[in-house]
T-cell receptor, first 117, second 116 residues
Framework: GAVVSQHPSRVICKSGTSVKIECRSL??????MFWYRQFPKQSLMLMAT?????????EQGVEKDKFLINHASLTLSTLTVTSAHPEDSSFYIC?????????????FGPGTRLLVL | AQSVTQLDSHVSVSEGTPVLLRCNYS??????LFWYVQHPNKGLQLLLK??????LVKGINGFEAEFKKSETSFHLTKPSAHMSDAAEYFC??????????????FGTGTQLKVEL
């Protein structure tokens, strides 16, 4: 149980275009999802916390207008990288927490590799 | 505030020998602690977690970790390494100060290499 999927797994796009990444909890409902960014050989950096039905909370230094997050249902959150540039190339990973009191274990998706040319 | 220090960026062991990956934490609250493993170009898989129950936590694939409050440590061990254990390991602390949606703070990771 507690499987999280991401789509696409890899995406290559031209500079200036927008890219949407989907994160789905397959066998549980997730009131909270998280988006992380990971640079090569580095740890994960939290970008934002996404709560179903409300606006995402962004970490300091993360541009909310550039990284649009929508958590429209209990099983789906999307991250849209708008007007992507080469410096946005990275590994984006989402995670989800099953609903219910005292739940805190995050289950991670397999990640999306974004390359902006 | 919370933080995690993984003392070794790289660990190399021979197959069949014990594994020790060290982790120290700092937290203002009673922490939850996790170890995750990441294979190349993959997401993170939960190995085990400590949430204030038994201090010796057993996880998947033969890994275990012991929570030592006096030493603020949560080291990961395995009696006998296997080639498939080669991966990046992250020690993680959870901020339990707020209600649901607790933030995770990641260590910088330890790359485990297993040699024949």
């Amino acid at each position: 149980g507690a499987v999280v999927s991401q789509h696409p797994s890899r995406v290559i796009c031209k500079s200036g275009t927008s890219v949407k990444i989907e994160c789905r909890s397959l066998d549980f409902q997730a009131t909270t999802m998280f988006w992380y960014r990971q640079f090569p050989k580095q740890s994960l950096m939290l970008m934002a916390t996404s709560n179903e039905g409300s606006k995402a909370t962004y970490e300091q230094g993360v541009e909310k207008d550039k990284f649009l997050i929508n958590h429209a249902s209990l099983t789906l959150s999307t991250l849209t990288v708008t007007s992507a540039h080469p410096e946005d190339s990275s590994f984006y990973i989402c995670s989800a927490i099953p609903g219910g009191a005292y739940q805190e274990t995050q289950y991670f998706g397999p990640g999306t590799r974004l390359l902006v040319l | 505030a919370q933080s995690v220090t993984q003392l070794d960026s790289h660990v190399s062991v021979s197959e069949g020998t014990p594994v020790l990956l060290r982790c120290n934490y700092s937290s203002s609250y009673s922490p939850s602690l996790f170890w995750y493993v990441q294979h190349p170009n993959k997401g993170l898989q939960l190995l085990l977690k400590y949430t204030s129950a038994a201090t010796l936590v057993k996880g998947i694939n033969g890994f275990e970790a012991e929570f030592k409050k006096s030493e603020t440590s949560f080291h990961l061990t395995k009696p006998s390494a296997h080639m498939s254990d080669a991966a990046e390991y992250f020690c993680v602390v959870s901020d339990r100060s707020g209600g649901g949606g607790n933030k995770l703070t990641f260590g910088t990771g330890t790359q485990l290499k297993v040699e024949l």
